[in-house]
């Protein structure tokens, strides 16, 4: 007969709990460590190893290197992702040796336009690097998904 | 004899609330009764099974997050747990422990949004916002462990990626005693409400052998006094350690599938609680090889989703990538009986029905 009683009496019961959400523009998220948001790209600690390409599920990470003739070494040329169709899963962060990509705290991720989603490394340099570290040359590009195997050679079974 | 008028076609959904993601039925009425429905599935459908052929198999991780987005952890596991079996590896049992954590949080965080939003279906507003509200303090937990909210791509061949803090551990200890206590205040706010007592008993009502037809699996089939969980079945991981019951019921309505729901997050609140306490020391990643390439062969594992029984099957050729990838998504069959279970019922029943086989549309369509 007075069941609903019950179901006020449980709303009054829960009415003055402390809230789980943020007042968000105003309050910002604790991010907690190892979150994975936008990345952080260290220009000057990436050796060209193409790893983080290599291993990107979605193909976005653009590597461009070329090899110093003297030492053989590579040398990184560009570094481009192209952030639209990231699906920011932290397999590049994991993949590099040298921890040159890592997955930053950023998550405001909307943008007016389209190539504004194109990540240079301009706009992956993590806070207090200067542009100076940046690299600008034209070498021999490497994308994931090149290393596959070629399609004739899987159909036949 | 009831009065025949004539009889009406109308289209419930793409984009209707009480359709959970992008589900579209054509409903045949005649006048309050549904004649017949027909669903209309594919709205999300990615062709994730397509790409899987052409990604190596961790890379085929972060895919099973957004097939059945609600329960990514166990999607994760299912594939992982394939590979494992096809390759023979050896997982720590630390990895396993922490692994069934997520996974048993995870199940009860699904649980939540499906108690939500049946109850949304069937018109109580209020009961959504506690069962988020519970939620996002899984989701949170979630979050800080495996570094995104809901696609976790937390596992990995060989284990997990990252190990689990005592802190946190202690934190989830702490919100599973406050889950017991708030699933009590849910049973005080709806479960025993009459109102919604009289409109979900005896609705929707089949028996073992209609569910078994349809390949029912999950809550779906257990409401029939069927007992079948592949965690007790067909036993994966490290469940057989573990001290948990299936809950089931005979009357096979969909009171009996809210029942069990409800019980099902109780008993997995059980898991996370012994899981915590008997967690072994040990490294949380196991020895897998740097690149995954299989032995040729096939193979199939199956888990326990809280839709029901959820399945990889794996054709390797011997490359670092599938053959061939299959998914078994339970919600996929239990949606198949909808038209069957729907048939001569009422609109309003027609709801609380769908609502309670509980799809998830990223799973049926993949
Ligand atoms: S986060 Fe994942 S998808 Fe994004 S660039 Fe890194 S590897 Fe590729
Ligand atoms: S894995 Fe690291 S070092 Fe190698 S190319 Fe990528 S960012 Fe550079």
New binding site residues.
């Given amino acids: 007969m007075f069941r609903w009683a019950k179901g006020y009496a449980y709303t009054g019961k829960r009415l003055f709990e402390k809230t789980v959400t943020i007042q968000y523009p105003q309050q910002k998220p604790k991010i907690p460590e190892g979150w994975r948001g936008r990345h952080y790209?260290?220009p000057d600690?990436?050796?060209?190893?193409?790893?983080?390409?290599r291993?990107c599920p979605t193909e976005v990470?653009t590597?461009v290197?070329h090899r110093d003739p003297e030492t053989k070494k590579k040398i990184?040329d560009d570094?481009t992702i192209e952030f639209e169709r990231c699906i920011l899963c932290g397999y590049?962060e994991e993949?590099?040796?040298?921890?040159?990509?890592k997955m930053g705290d950023v998550y405001e991720l909307a943008s007016y336009a389209r190539e504004q989603e194109f990540m240079t490394q301009e706009k992956m340099l993590p806070p207090g690097y200067s542009t100076d570290v940046v690299v600008h040359g034209q070498g021999e590009a490497y994308r994931g998904g090149d290393y596959r195997t070629k399609p004739e050679k899987k159909v036949n079974h | 004899m009831a009065l025949r008028t004539e009889e009406l076609t109308f289209s419930l959904g793409p984009q209707h609330p009480s359709t959970h993601g992008v589900f579209r039925a054509m409903v045949t009425i005649d006048g309050e009764r549904v004649v017949h429905v027909d669903p209309v599935i594919g709205y999300l459908h990615r062709g994730t099974e397509k790409i899987a052929e052409w990604k190596t198999y961790p890379q085929i991780i972060p895919y099973t997050d957004r097939m059945d987005y609600l329960s990514a952890m166990l999607n994760n596991y299912c594939h992982v747990g394939a590979v494992e079996k096809l390759l023979g590896l050896e997982i720590p049992e630390h990895a396993e422990y922490i692994r069934i954590i997520v996974m048993e949080l995870n199940r009860i965080a699904s649980h939540l949004v499906w108690w939500g939003t049946f109850l949304l279906d069937l018109g109580a507003m209020s009961p959504f916002l506690y069962a988020f509200k519970d939620r996002q303090v899984i989701l949170d937990l979630l979050e800080e462990i495996s570094g995104a909210r809901l696609t976790y791509s937390y596992m990995r061949i060989g284990g997990v990626k990252r190990d689990a803090t005592q802190e946190w551990l202690r934190r989830v200890d702490d919100f599973m005693d406050e889950m017991v206590k708030n699933i009590q205040g849910y049973n005080n706010l709806v479960t025993g409400n009459e109102i919604f007592q009289s409109r979900v008993k005896n609705v929707g009502v089949y028996d073992e052998a209609f569910a078994k037809r349809w390949g029912l699996s999950g809550a779906c089939l257990r409401c029939t006094g069927n007992s079948y969980d592949v965690r007790k079945s067909d036993p994966y991981s490290l469940y057989p350690k573990f001290d948990f019951e299936i809950p089931t019921r005979t009357s096979g309505d969909v009171w009996a599938r809210y029942i069990i729901r409800i019980e099902e997050m109780l008993q997995s609140i059980r898991i996370v609680k012994q899981a915590i306490r008997n967690l072994p020391d040990g490294p949380f990643m196991g020895k897998a090889p740097r690149n995954i390439r299989p032995p040729k062969g096939e193979v199939y594992f199956h888990i326990e989703s809280p839709r029901g029984d959820m399945g990889c099957y794996i054709v390797s050729d011997g490359s670092d990538h599938p053959y061939r990838w299959h998914w078994r998504a339970p919600e996929f069959a239990n949606l198949a009986a909808f038209p069957a279970i729907t048939e001569g019922v009422n609109i309003a029943d027609m709801i609380a029905i769908l609502g309670a086989i509980d799809i998830v549309l990223g799973g049926v369509d993949r």
Avoid: E, G, N, Q
């Fill in positions: 790209f260290y600690r990436c050796t060209a190893c193409d790893a983080c390409a291993v990470i590597v290197s990184l570094y590049c993949a590099c040796p040298v921890d040159a990509i």
